[in-house]
């Protein structure tokens, strides 16, 4: 559905309804589901079938054409999880175990989450020299995928797209080789490899690794993305107590995304208004995400208060929102590591550039 970008008064009504949703799934609690949003509230949301199974969770009466909306979320990822599993199962038997990353590693922690956790896709990441089998197997069991361009756009994108089937049988599954066009969070594609970690008998990365992977996707996507990414990055931060959040800034610092860190935790605090919904828990957090920002130097500070300031609107800002934008400034400044997104920037674009020359087609999903 695209919708204008909402006004002030419903863009406050979205954040308080995708707060709401986060502090029902923290808590248990009903009473921060008193409110029972408008129609087009919950659509522009993306979080109709979410707040539909909490309510019921919960004992809140909804209307039953909304209580169809959180059925249809949880039948519908049932259902693909199960699919999910049959192409790992089948990918095992071959030699081939991916590991879960993104938003699908809550489907495999917290199985609850099958209920309240809408999924467009799973993503899946391999070592690149499994790639071009792993592409075989998947299109003999049926699996459609866009051409794959020339072998150095295939080498430098991040991944791409596979999918079958239609409506509940629908699958898509994106394949990636790396996190983010290289030499940019190497370290990172190299740890959520090596991980040893499982979670409902499917590989997964730890969990620090799992946040600063939210953390390098909310600033290569230019500080916009669906709430419920926000709601996942609270979901494993919120709560850490003081050693576990040492450890995860010691994470970030390996991974270079120490400022990404930053500017999607102050990004999530402020998508899901917890500064009016809960205003100690926004206190806490606050507090650790200003100490982050601290330890930056004032250029580095000003420059990301520039490109995503504290209330940074749920719509990107039509001037920022193009590629060229997000991934060099956003990207750069995000990731602590100005020259290897420039090299990235550059090599992949004249890999892409090379295609079009040669009348190749690109891989559709390396530069998104």
């Not at 594609?189 to 600063?212: F, N």
């Not at 609270?234 to 800034?249: E, H, K, N, S, T």
Request: charged share 20%; aromatic share 6%; proline share 6%.
């Amino acid at each position: 559905m695209n919708l204008p970008p909402p006004a002030r008064g419903q863009h406050d009504a979205i954040r308080e309804l995708a707060g709401a949703c986060y502090l029902a799934m923290r808590m248990g609690d009903p009473g921060v589901l008193h409110a029972l949003p408008d129609e087009e509230t919950l659509q522009r949301s993306g979080l109709a079938g979410t707040h539909a199974n909490l309510c019921l969770d919960l004992g809140i009466g909804i209307p039953r054409e909304r209580a169809i909306a959180g059925m249809q979320l949880a039948a519908a990822n049932r259902q693909r999880w199960q699919a999910l599993n049959g192409v790992l199962g089948d990918l095992h038997a071959e030699g081939i175990e991916p590991v879960l990353f993104k938003g699908g590693v809550l489907h495999a922690r917290w199985p609850r989450m099958r209920e309240l956790r809408a999924m467009s896709d799973y993503d899946l990441i391999v070592p690149q020299r499994e790639v071009q089998r792993l592409r075989d197997l998947l299109a003999r069991q049926g699996f459609e995928t866009v051409p794959a361009g020339s072998r150095l756009t295939q080498r430098l994108c991040k991944g791409w797209m596979v999918w079958k089937g239609s409506g509940l049988s629908y699958q898509n599954l994106d394949i990636h080789a790396r996190v983010t066009e290289p030499p940019v969070c190497s370290s990172l594609t190299d740890s959520i490899l090596a991980t040893r970690e499982r979670a409902d008998g499917v590989r997964v990365p730890d969990l620090e690794d799992c946040i600063c992977m939210i953390a390098l996707h909310v600033v290569r996507s230019g500080m916009h993305r669906p709430l419920r990414e926000y709601i996942d990055l609270l979901w494993y931060v919120d709560g850490m107590d003081q050693a576990q959040w040492r450890i995860l800034l010691l994470r970030a610092r390996r991974h270079q995304l120490l400022p990404a860190l930053f500017l999607s935790l102050r990004q999530a605090l402020h998508c899901l208004a917890l500064e009016r919904l809960a205003p100690e828990r926004a206190a806490m957090l606050g507090a650790r995400i200003a100490a982050l920002g601290a330890t930056f130097g004032s250029m580095r500070m000003r420059a990301l208060d520039w490109l995503a300031p504290p209330d940074y609107p749920l719509h990107p800002i039509t001037s920022r929102d193009h590629p060229l934008f997000r991934r060099s400034a956003i990207l750069g400044a995000g990731t602590g590591s100005a020259w290897r997104v420039c090299a990235a920037f550059a090599a992949y674009g004249a890999a892409r550039l090379g295609d079009s020359v040669m009348g190749g087609k690109p891989q559709a999903r390396g530069g998104e």
